[in-house]
């Protein structure tokens, strides 16, 4: 077994570095290492003389050329000053038999060390360990000394440079035995002063680490901190596993397993372009103030599970080119995964998203698991690349974006049981038959789960509150702000419904967060007295606010983190909606899925006539729910989207959905007619141009009507092509919609036909015969005609009272919804007319005057009779109303339409 030693070019009783390392230098560390030349233990004791003579003839010129010339002179060294620059043991190239520990060879050196080591305790110490020559050992000491000193550089100087005055000023718990065991150098870099950059970085860019140990070698304590029993990489016995400072391992290279599990960062660490060979462990490791891993390599398992990021994870073009296991993960601040690639399995199973998890132009090149993943702020997967499958099931989402995705044929892309606030499909190219949206839909409740999940973060961090306490106080303040500026979160939402000016929004958005941020303020002042810790920055110590402390001084103090406010009002103000914008989804497959609680569901751009929807609430089918921008602003592009909707929802059968979406494309129609006459503009100009007149008390002069139509043509228009058939179709329109909203309603056109046949009650009373002459109040025939010719201008003012009523009540809010002006209508007509009968018949029978009402009501309706002979009595009666006839067939025809819609209607509502 080969055994190696160091040789440094230092001088620890100078306590000055003669030869610098270059890459030290270059990077500008705030530790500059010493030259260092790895040699075989026999050369090195062969030539250690002349290493002496060497260093010895260099210590002043400091020239690393001379030094590599002079060594050359010796060919045995000659392989190693060729592979190795000569740099320090941090920066070596330690490929090859330096540093392979997993041979066979070091295996049975290992077990001879444990045995010399056994052998050792039993002869106190007489026997010399070989594992003092281990190079790995060597770098770890290295490696802690100077991790140490950054921790204690301050303290050394606080105890004038005394090792044992240090030792008794150092609190946290330390074997001090190890200390002593490697205090030479411990005292190197403590007392060096070549300190560039600030002490409290650990600066370890671009070294190569040999080994982390393994996990059996760590001794676990069932206790609040995890502590090392045995040297363990950076920290000595009974060390608590802590980076106290800032971390650079930025291009540093892990040959051997990257062992982190449990530790705590308590700065922002970075792992930019750093290369882990072997396993990368961080599970339950806790980043405090972030963790950036930008364009890191992850060449084996990276186990980042049960890791907690509180203050940002940055992963952007990292690889992860074997399993990348994010289960149990939290992150309590953004995630940017943009531009990783997964070339494995990658695991993000119960992972908890606190803030916007960024996975755009993301690679998965393998299978990828979300399964009851919580994304409390936007899931974003713009520009990702899915491979193979993916799973997405039971997971909780404020946003899902899949935005400019393109699958390919093989992929599978499932989501599963999953709930969101808002989920938008976005130039989104489907080549697969195995694109699923299964059992999942919109679901406000997470708006009220999400925002007491925030507030409970907020002020468990903030305020010395836990359990059944901290529940209630969340369920007070929530209640508290939804009734206090229910006016502004409304108004906030309207202005955003209604897409108005964006610096609008901002400033309302911005005038309700300054109110409920100060509300918030005095909310804990008045309930929770002791604050914990007001800033999470290190450089602000914890304070106590004392119970005696001014209401003022705890508000000024919660008025500048008015970021918790921000998330809360942002969750509460937010729409929630489906949208599908620019998609071609060809056989997406849309199955068991409600959307009945979404404010709005947008489809536009997308082709989707080979998607299907089977089984799916769709909730209220209306233009104001259902692409409203699209129908204000292009309604002939909303009508296509219906049309399409409509078709693939016939296709699949479901007719009663279907109509409802054939309504909306009628709608949109109409909608463009109304837009391409521009009937509301030249209504306008017809009014101005009337009011012009009056105004200016001239008659009406030969070229009036003339210079009307020439008005309205040049500045009420808008048509370029020819109108009469679009003028027709939108009268069909206006018609149609009108009487059955285009076959959706049937009781509209079934009360018109009520309402039409009692009005024409009292054109055509028909007494069949003397007897009720005889019983009433009136001598002549004659009598009785004019009395019920009456009823019809009864009737139309007393439907323009009720009208007038109508509105006044709805206005102010005290009608209730479901009773329309045709139900009222109806009542008070039918009530008249029996009244009616009542006042004419003098024996004041109520069953005579009903039947007799629907007697009449019958012989009415009966359009048929029209096609036969009249009696006798019909001749009389039609004699004394010149132009009734013509009137009685204005109406059947008008009964016919009613009819025929009526019909329609229940067919689209019942048809198979």
């Known amino acids: 077994m080969s055994i190696y030693k160091v040789f440094y070019f230092e001088d620890l009783e100078e306590e000055k570095v003669k030869i610098r390392c270059p890459v030290c230098e270059r990077l500008k560390r705030n530790f500059i290492e010493p030259v260092a030349v790895i040699l075989e233990e026999g050369d090195y004791q062969k030539f250690e003389g002349k290493l002496e003579k060497i260093k010895q003839d260099f210590r002043e010129s400091q020239n690393i050329d001379a030094l590599k010339n002079r060594l050359k002179i010796d060919k045995i060294y000659e392989e190693i000053l060729n592979k190795d620059d000569l740099v320090c043991i941090l920066h070596q190239n330690k490929e090859g038999e330096h540093w392979e520990e997993d041979t066979e060879e070091f295996k049975k050196w290992n077990e001879k060390v444990k045995e010399l080591a056994f052998m050792e305790e039993l002869t106190d110490g007489d026997i010399e360990s070989l594992d003092k020559n281990n190079l790995v050992n060597q770098f770890w000491r290295r490696v802690r000394a100077y991790r140490f000193a950054v921790d204690y550089k301050s303290l050394w100087k606080e105890a004038g440079q005394d090792w044992e005055s240090f030792k008794g000023k150092i609190k946290s718990k330390i074997d001090l035995e190890e200390l002593e065991k490697n205090i030479e150098v411990l005292k190197l870099y403590l007392k060096r002063e070549n300190w560039i950059r600030e002490n ?148 993000f199973s119960w992972a908890i998203f606190q803030n916007k998890a960024d996975f755009g132009r993301a690679t998965f090149k393998n299978v990828a698991y979300f399964r009851e993943t919580t994304f409390q702020n936007e899931a974003y997967f713009g520009w990702a690349i899915f491979e193979k499958e993916v799973y997405f099931r039971d997971c909780n989402m404020a946003k899902f974006v899949l935005d400019n995705i393109n699958l390919y044929e093989e992929t599978y892309f499932e989501i599963n049981n999953c709930n969101f606030i808002a989920l938008k499909f976005a130039n989104f190219v489907n080549h697969t038959n195995n694109f699923l949206v299964l059992n999942s839909g919109i679901d406000t409740g997470l708006k009220k789960e999400f925002t007491k999940a925030k507030l409970k973060q907020f002020l468990g961090k903030y305020l010395e509150i836990k359990d059944e306490k901290l529940e209630n106080a969340v369920n007070l303040f929530l209640e508290d702000i939804e009734k206090s500026f229910s006016d502004g979160i409304n108004k906030v939402r309207k202005l955003i419904g209604t897409e108005d000016n964006e610096d609008k929004v901002k400033e309302e958005f911005q005038r309700l967060v300054e109110s409920v941020n100060t509300y918030f303020a005095k909310f804990l002042f008045e309930n929770f007295l002791t604050i914990k810790q007001l800033n999470t920055q290190p450089a602000i110590r914890e304070l106590f606010i004392p119970k005696k402390r001014k209401e003022e001084e705890i508000i000024q103090v919660f008025k500048r983190k008015k970021e918790i406010i921000i998330d809360i009002l942002r969750l509460i103000t937010s729409f929630s909606y489906l949208e599908i914008d620019n998609c071609i989804l ?213 439907w323009a009272i009720l009208t007038i009523v109508f509105i006044a009540m709805f206005a102010i809010k005290f009608l209730i919804k479901s009773i329309s002006i045709f139900s009222l209508s109806i009542f008070m007509a039918i009530f008249l007319h029996i009244t009616g009968h009542l006042w004419l018949y003098t024996d004041k029978n109520i069953l005579q005057a009903i039947f007799s009402f629907l007697d009449s009501f019958a012989v009415t309706l009966n359009i048929f009779r029209i096609f036969t002979n009249f009696s006798q009595t019909d001749k009389t009666l039609y004699s004394l109303y010149p132009g009734y006839l013509f009137l009685y067939k204005i109406y059947a025809v008008f009964i016919l339409v009613l009819v025929y819609q009526f019909i329609l209607a229940i067919r689209r509502r019942v048809r198979r």
């Open 200 to 347: 409290n970085i650990y600066d370890f860019r671009k070294i190569k680490f040999p080994l982390f140990y393994d996990d059996q070698d760590l001794i676990k304590k069932e206790n609040e901190n995890w502590k090392t029993e045995i040297n363990l990489n950076f920290w000595y016995k009974n060390e608590i596993l802590a980076f106290q400072n800032k971390p650079y391992f930025s291009r540093a290279i892990f040959q051997k397993e990257a062992y982190f599990s449990k530790a705590t960062f308590k700065n922002m660490a970075f792992f930019i372009n750093t290369i882990f060979q072997n396993v990368a462990n961080f599970s339950s490791a806790t980043f405090q103030n972030g963790a950036v891993f930008s364009e890191a390599t992850f060449k084996n398992v990276a186990y980042f599970s049960s890791a907690t990021f509180q203050n940002g994870a940055v992963f952007s073009e990292a690889t992860f080119q074997n399993e990348a296991s994010f289960s149990w993960a939290i992150f309590q601040n953004k995630a940017d995964f943009s531009k990783a690639t997964f070339k494995n399995v990658a695991y």
């Open 586 to 798: 060809n056989n997406m497959k849309f199955s068991n899925c409600d959307f009945s609680q979404a404010d709005r569901i947008t489809i536009k751009k997308s082709i989707i006539e080979d998607i299907s929807f089977n089984n799916i609430d769709w909730g209220e089918i209306t233009e104001n729910r259902i692409n409203p921008e699209l129908f204000r602003e292009d309604p002939k592009s909303a009508r296509e989207t219906y049309r399409q909707i409509k078709y693939v929802l016939d296709k699949q059968a479901d007719h009663i959905n279907a109509n409802w979406f054939y309504a909306l494309e009628m709608r949109a129609y109409e909608r463009y007619l109304d837009n391409y006459l521009n009937i509301k503009g030249r209504w306008k100009v017809f009014k101005n141009y009337v009011a012009d007149t009056l105004k200016r008390k001239v008659g009406l002069s030969k070229n009036w009507f003339k210079n009307l139509l020439e008005r309205i043509k040049n500045n009420g228009g808008g048509c370029q092509q020819k109108e009469s058939e679009l003028v027709k179709d939108f009268i069909i329109f206006k018609i149609h919609k009108n009487i059955s909203n285009f076959g959706q309603s049937w009781v509209r056109p079934l009360a018109l036909i009520v309402l039409t046949t009692i009005f024409m009650l009292g054109f055509g009373v028909k007494v069949s015969n003397s007897s009720c002459l005889e019983s009433s109040n009136f001598s002549s025939l004659k009598d009785v005609e004019n009395a019920y010719y009456l009823i019809p201008f009864f009737e139309i003012s007393f």
